[in-house]
């Protein structure tokens, strides 16, 4: 059974200390690893999709990277506006359609 | 270009009843799935359609159903309503060649 696991489950930062969140997982085939941003009462925003070992994307100060067991977002100097939670989600190979989500990690930046 | 919508954004409901969200997907995908994220956990995998078929579902029971019509938009009906039902409803759409699927802003059910 397709597994995803993110830690830590709550990060706080001040305002340009940079730092990581980590997701591992565990999938009978890769099809995709998938980052997402949610604040709350909101729904899920596409950032990333990673789709093999040592694949790395970049977007403002977001970077994600995939290992065979794990991906990392990293976050350069943030900005309060980051603050939310961030998803990683698993899409496996064998017909399965379904995204399998971890619980988040919901990171506070503060000014 | 117009997102993912979904319909209603909140809604109040009582044990036993039934109820119907509706999701419009992003405009040139033909593929919609649902997800229920219940409060500070991940969204969980009810079903996907395509071609106005469930291509598969997840670890929900019967009282969750689904459709897609012609233009590619979808329902989700739930009946019975239990209190453990209340929750984040997401619609999410993709293209059938493409994995990534972008999400809708979710319909927040409240069962009484």
């Known amino acids: 059974e397709d597994q995803v696991t993110q830690s830590p489950e709550a990060l706080r930062l001040q305002e340009g200390e940079s730092s990581s969140l980590n997701c591992s997982y565990t999938v009978s085939g890769l099809r995709g690893l998938f980052w997402y941003r949610q604040d709350p009462g909101k729904g899920p925003e596409f950032l990333f999709t990673?789709?093999?070992a040592g694949e790395e994307k970049e977007k403002e100060r977001l970077k994600a990277t995939l290992t065979k067991k794990e991906s990392f977002l990293h976050i350069t100097a943030p900005k309060p506006e980051d603050s939310a939670t961030y998803l990683c989600a698993v899409g496996s190979q064998g017909g399965s359609e379904k995204l399998v989500f971890g619980k988040g990690t919901k990171l506070t930046v503060n000014p | 270009d117009a997102g993912v919508t979904q319909s209603p954004t909140h809604l109040i409901k009582t044990r036993g009843q039934q109820v119907t969200l509706r999701c419009s997907p992003k405009?040139?995908?033909?593929?919609v799935s649902w997800y229920q994220q219940a409060l500070g956990q991940g969204p969980q995998f009810i079903f996907q359609?395509?071609?106005?078929?469930?291509?598969q579902r997840g670890n929900f029971p019967d009282r969750f159903s689904g459709h897609q019509f012609p233009n590619y938009s979808s329902e989700l009906n739930v009946n019975a309503l239990l209190l453990g039902d209340s929750a984040l409803y997401l619609c999410a759409s993709s293209w059938s060649g493409m994995e990534t699927q972008y999400f809708g802003p979710g319909t927040r059910l409240l069962v009484l």
């Open positions: 405009s040139g995908h033909d593929t």
């Open positions: 359609y395509y071609e106005e078929e469930e291509r």
């Open positions: 990673l789709y093999s």
